[in-house]
């Protein structure tokens, strides 16, 4: 039995943050745990308020899984602002944890900000050198290289310069690409390019996708897949929940956790 760790913002609405990285921990049979760095009043229209949990509270429960529990992954998810990160990259260090994907979450789909715009600084400098995968959005990739990403090449730059920052592996996702036939997503290793396209599903429920794509990743990282393999699998899991999403509250509804188990299970 495998365990995961995930260290991010809860959403009340149950679709994106840690409600999304446990459903997704769970459905793959991994063994969930949190430490909450922010508690969000959130639904399906968007973020009404931000709660920052003290960078001593987030310590303190990340040592409590540390010195009790370990883990055989970490995600980062919502980190807020810049004292957090620092304390997050201080216990990865402390306990050696050796599988972190980090989620550079910023802004949240109805245009909230999930990170103060100086945390970015202690993003690129505390946590990237310890990230095994990075899964930026394409604004997300943006903002942390500095230039405009429109065509497949401009991801491939973006993803070069991404790996000149410490970071191991880079997904850049396609969710906010303009062709509206695929979604694609470009894995770079720092040798090889990787497109992992799938149809464009047309919907608005796409509230938490990208928490629960990178979720997926690391649960198949925390049970011993390499990461293309796992980001691979992880694009048939969000594909499986956009195709199946739920129409809840009047907004972005959720994106459904358990379409993909459930697939598998007509399959066998
Ligand atoms: N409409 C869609 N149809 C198919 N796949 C999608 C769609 N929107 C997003 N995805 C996929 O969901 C994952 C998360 O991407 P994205 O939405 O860009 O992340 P974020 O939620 O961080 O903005 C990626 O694998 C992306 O390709
Ligand atoms: C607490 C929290 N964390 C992350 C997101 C981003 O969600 P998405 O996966 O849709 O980009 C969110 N809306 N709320």
């Known amino acids: 039995m495998k365990k995961a760790l995930t260290i991010a913002g ?25 430490a909450i760095t922010a508690v969000t009043a959130q639904n399906t229209l968007g973020v009404q308020g931000i709660y920052p949990m003290t960078p001593q509270a987030v310590e303190n429960q990340i040592q409590s899984i540390g010195h009790d529990m370990g883990t055989d992954a970490v995600k980062l998810g919502m980190l807020f602002n810049a004292d957090i990160i620092r304390v997050a990259a201080e216990q990865i260090k402390h306990f050696h944890w050796k599988n972190v994907i980090l989620d550079p979450v910023m802004i949240a789909k109805g245009g909230a900000s999930l990170l103060q715009q100086e945390a970015v600084t202690a993003l690129r400098q505390d946590l990237f050198p310890l990230t095994t995968v990075l899964t930026p959005n394409i604004p ?21 310069r991404l790996l000149d920052t410490g970071v191991k592996q880079v997904v850049i996702k396609g969710g906010h690409d303009e062709d509206p036939h695929k979604s694609t997503d470009l894995f770079y290793d720092g040798s090889h ?10 919907t608005k429920n796409t509230h938490g996708t990208g928490c629960t794509f990178s979720a997926a990743i690391t649960a198949e990282i925390a049970k011993g897949m390499p990461a293309y393999s796992a980001v691979v699998k992880a694009k048939d899991f969000i594909q499986a929940a956009i195709e199946n999403s739920l129409d809840i509250g009047a ?11 459930k697939k598998q299970e007509q399959y066998s």
Do not use: C
């Open 193 to 202: 390019f990787r497109l992992i396209q799938t149809p464009r599903i047309s």
């Open 140 to 160: 997300e990739a943006e903002i942390l290289t500095g230039m405009t990403i429109r065509t497949s090449d401009d991801k491939k730059e973006a993803a070069k």
């Open 10 to 34: 809860s959403d009340s609405g149950g679709g994106a943050g840690i409600q999304a990285d446990l459903k997704t921990f769970q459905e793959l049979e991994v063994f969930g745990m949190s």
């Open 251 to 261: 907004g972005h509804g959720p994106t459904n956790h358990w379409a993909y188990k």
